[in-house]
């Protein structure tokens, strides 16, 4: 069970999730994902710019997200899980509710990415929790 509840695990699939579904996607079909947004008929210029500049700026949390997993360890890294966690929770939250509020997307494209984040911040409170760590 610890294996499957470990937490370098569970940040290393926030890491590729984020990456692929939120960096890839957002630079390489910046197009579609402004689209998919908005709707075909009130996408602007410049909203692909936007979306392409917003999946640059995920690759850059990419990156650091990968220096933390590759560089720290022990206690420290459960306890930088647990903040980064709290952070993409945050961002998601946010993202789905004002997109709600304002008929952007749907609400469901958020489940994934929430549930990644709760699991992610339950293996870091378990993982801090243990005496080892």
């Known amino acids: 069970m610890s294996k499957v509840l470990n937490v ?3 940040f290393w699939v926030v890491i590729v999730a984020n990456g692929v579904f939120g960096a890839l996607v ?3 079909w910046a197009a579609d994902a402004a689209e998919s ?3 075909a008929e009130n ?3 410049h909203d692909e710019i936007y979306e392409r500049m917003m999946g640059y700026l995920l690759f850059a949390m990419i990156f650091i997200l990968v ?3 590759v560089l720290v360890s022990g ?3 459960s306890q930088l899980a647990l903040i980064t966690s709290g952070s993409l929770l945050f961002v998601h939250l946010a993202i789905m509710l004002y997109g709600d509020a304002n008929g952007y997307g749907s609400p469901s ?3 994934v990415p929430l549930v990644l984040d709760v699991v992610l911040a339950a293996t870091a409170i378990r993982s801090l929790s243990q005496p080892s760590v």
């Open 75 to 77: 206690r420290v890294f």
């Open 37 to 39: 947004w908005w709707g």
């Open 43 to 45: 996408v602007q210029n």
């Open 26 to 28: 957002g630079s390489l």
């Open 8 to 10: 370098k695990v569970w």
């Open 67 to 69: 220096g933390i997993a």
């Open 109 to 111: 494209e958020w489940v």
